[in-house]
């Protein structure tokens, strides 16, 4: 078993829907949790971090992480066409660093 | 401009033949990393390093070497490439080594070994 999950989807959205985005994880020993954005043909870039539990908002974007159940969201409002990109989770809780293997998002305009 | 950069982008070898990929960061950060990236695994982490000399296995090391003799450059070494190594590669730097979470990565490096 994978210590961290993500369902790769694909996922198709009209514009201006909210995606929905998220994660599970087996190591209770993490304490940050990140979403990376990756569009094609290029590196991953941090779109945001929660450490421990709770909400993070960020423009349209809101980060959720519940340690109990172990497990992180990402919720984009009002989706355009150049949210269409790969989002990895990812998590640590010293060095080393756990990705989710991605879900592909595609908002239709 | 703040960046990592990575060389070469693309990199088509054969087993067995030795090669370097370089990676450079101009932001003086503390922590540098390397991945793997392959179709339905998503990133993997190879070796880290929280400083100079500081290296550290990640979860896919087998096969690659690294080193840290400088705080800006941190190089991939393949020492005798396998086909299971192609891979699409990516170099990371993170500003504290005790928060290794805010990554910036640099923008990939195609493998091929044939």
């Known amino acids: 078993q994978k210590e961290v999950e993500q369902d790769p989807g694909p996922l198709s959205v009209p514009e201006g829907a909210i995606v929905s985005l998220n994660c599970t994880y087996s190591?209770?020993?993490?304490?940050?949790f990140m979403w990376y954005r990756q569009y094609s043909r290029k590196g991953p870039e941090l779109l945001m971090y929660?450490?421990?539990?709770g909400n993070k908002e960020d423009g349209r974007f809101t980060a959720q992480v519940d340690k109990s159940s172990k497990y992180i969201s990402l919720f984009i409002r009002d989706s355009q066409p150049s949210d269409s990109a790969t989002y990895l989770c990812?998590?640590?809780?010293?060095?080393?660093?756990?990705f989710g293997a991605g879900t592909t998002v595609t908002v239709r305009a | 401009e703040a960046q990592v950069t990575q060389n070469p982008r693309y990199l088509i070898t054969v087993t067995g033949k030795k090669l370097t990929v370089t990676c450079s960061q101009n932001?003086?950060?503390?922590?540098m990393s390397w991945y793997r990236q392959d179709p339905g695994l998503g990133l993997r982490q190879i070796y880290y390093?929280?400083?100079?000399?500081?290296?550290d296995k990640g979860d896919v090391p087998e096969g690659y070497k690294v080193s840290r003799k400088e705080k800006r450059n941190f190089p991939l070494i393949l020492e005798s490439p396998s086909p299971n190594q192609t891979s699409l590669y990516f170099c990371?730097?993170?500003?504290?080594?005790?928060?290794?979470?805010?990554?910036?990565f640099g923008p990939g490096t195609r493998l091929t070994v044939t």
């Open positions: 990371a730097s993170s500003p504290g080594a005790a928060a290794p979470h805010e990554q910036y």
């Open positions: 190591n209770s020993a993490f304490q940050y």
């Open positions: 929660t450490y421990s539990s």
């Open positions: 990812a998590m640590t809780g010293d060095y080393k660093l756990s």
């Open positions: 932001m003086n950060h503390e922590y």
């Open positions: 390093s929280m400083n100079v000399e500081v290296t």
